[in-house]
Antibody, heavy 120, light 107 residues
Framework: DVQLLESGGGLVQPGGSLRLSCAAS????????MSWVRQAPGKGLEWVST????????YYADSVKGRFTISRDNSRSTLFLQMNSLRAEDTAIYYC?????????????WGQGTLVTVSS | DIQMTQSPSSLSASLGDRVTITCRAS??????LNWYQQKPGTAPKLLIY???TLQNGVPSRFSGSGSGTDFTLTISSLDPEDFATYYC?????????FGQGTKVEIK
């Protein structure tokens, strides 16, 4: 079965940085685009970013553009999200997710999420 | 950006009821529309993609339809497992956008 295991979440002060990781297994990681989707407490889903199987192109939500960077290491089957200049409104559960194909494809598998809390 | 508007935001229904959720896009987007189910404390699950294709393993009581700007998710006969929140999502263009969600509750 496809497995996605996020790590790196935690409490960080406003203006701080955090790097999320997602270890993937049981599928050919480099063949799939990957995404990050977040969910603020009690709120709906918000797409954050997507990266193609090769690492380029990448796509970002306007709310994180210029502050977050998505990347991947296909040799280690790992997805990353570098988050800088964090704000209170970035507080959310961050899900790592696999896309079934290119950018226009649906997201077919999701990790269990890692909680990021931005607070002083 | 394409805005996705779901309705209703919540509904109460009984076991065996037929339930319909709609999703309207602010611009035409062919059939690049997906539906997800999320239960409390768990990750979302893909139900339907490309507007009407059932994901592997999803019960046949779920169906989707629509193209262009108007889309529908239908549950033909509500099962106890179906009480959850449902989201539509467009993958036609960046930024991807979700609807605000529809919470299906027990009447």
């Amino acid at each position: 079965d496809v497995q996605l295991l996020e790590s790196g979440g935690g409490l960080v002060q406003p203006g701080g940085s955090l790097r999320l990781s997602c270890a993937a297994s049981e599928f050919t990681f480099s063949s799939y685009a990957m995404s990050w989707v977040r969910q603020a407490p009690g709120k709906g889903l918000e797409w954050v970013s997507t990266i193609s199987g090769t690492g380029s192109p990448t796509y970002y939500a306007d709310s994180v553009k210029g502050r977050f960077t998505i990347s991947r290491d296909n040799s280690r089957s790992t997805l990353f999200l570098q988050m800088n200049s964090l704000r209170a409104e970035d507080t959310a559960i961050y899900y790592c997710a696999r896309d079934a194909g290119a950018f226009t494809s649906p997201t077919d598998f999701w990790g269990q999420g890692t909680l990021v809390t931005v607070s002083s | 950006d394409i805005q996705m508007t779901q309705s209703p935001s919540s509904l109460s229904a009984s076991l065996g009821d037929r339930v319909t959720i709609t999703c309207r896009a602010s611009q035409r987007m062919s059939t690049y529309l997906n539906w997800y189910q999320q239960k409390p404390g768990t990750a979302p699950k893909l139900l339907i993609y490309a507007a009407s294709t059932l994901q592997n393993g999803v019960p046949s009581r779920f169906s989707g339809s629509g193209s262009g700007t108007d889309f529908t998710l239908t549950i033909s006969s509500l099962d106890p497992e179906d009480f959850a929140t449902y989201y539509c999502q467009q993958t036609y263009s960046s930024p991807r956008t979700f609807g605000q969600g529809t919470k299906v509750e027990i009447k």
